[in-house]
């Protein structure tokens, strides 16, 4: 299983940026999708989650201002709307099965730099 993930980059202060994260190869028990992140010196955080119901789940921090939301079963995307520069961090896709040798896979992160 292979997670893809795309979309990063720097925007100022109140901007919007959307991830993306598409998984691939052995999808078949594939479950629960999401997006952490991890702040330089912090841990890492779950910032959205979304269940194959389309159930979400928000950490009080991104209330109102993040989306997710899920295309297939496999894809995922986080639209992120007026960014703070404590949202800066590398966000990570994971993607939950409920069979198999790995019950979590993560895709590699990409990073979101948010300028004041």
């Known amino acids: 299983v292979q997670l893809v993930e795309s979309g990063g980059g720097l925007v100022q202060t109140g901007g919007s940026l959307r991830l993306s994260c598409a998984a691939s190869?052995?999808?078949?028990?594939?479950?629960?999708m999401g997006w952490y992140r991890q702040a330089p010196g912090k841990q890492r955080e779950l910032v959205a989650a979304?269940?194959?119901?389309?159930?979400t789940n928000y950490a009080d921090s991104v209330k109102g201002r993040f989306t997710i939301s899920r295309s297939a079963k496999n894809t995922v995307y986080l639209q992120m709307n007026s960014l703070k520069p404590e949202d800066t961090a590398v966000y990570y896709c994971?993607?939950?099965?409920?069979?198999?040798?790995?019950?979590?896979?993560w895709g590699q992160g990409t990073q979101v730099t948010v300028s004041s």
């Open positions: 994971n993607a939950d099965f409920t069979s198999g040798p790995v019950s979590r896979y």
């Open positions: 979304i269940t194959l119901g389309g159930n």
């Open positions: 190869g052995s999808i078949f028990s594939i479950n629960g």
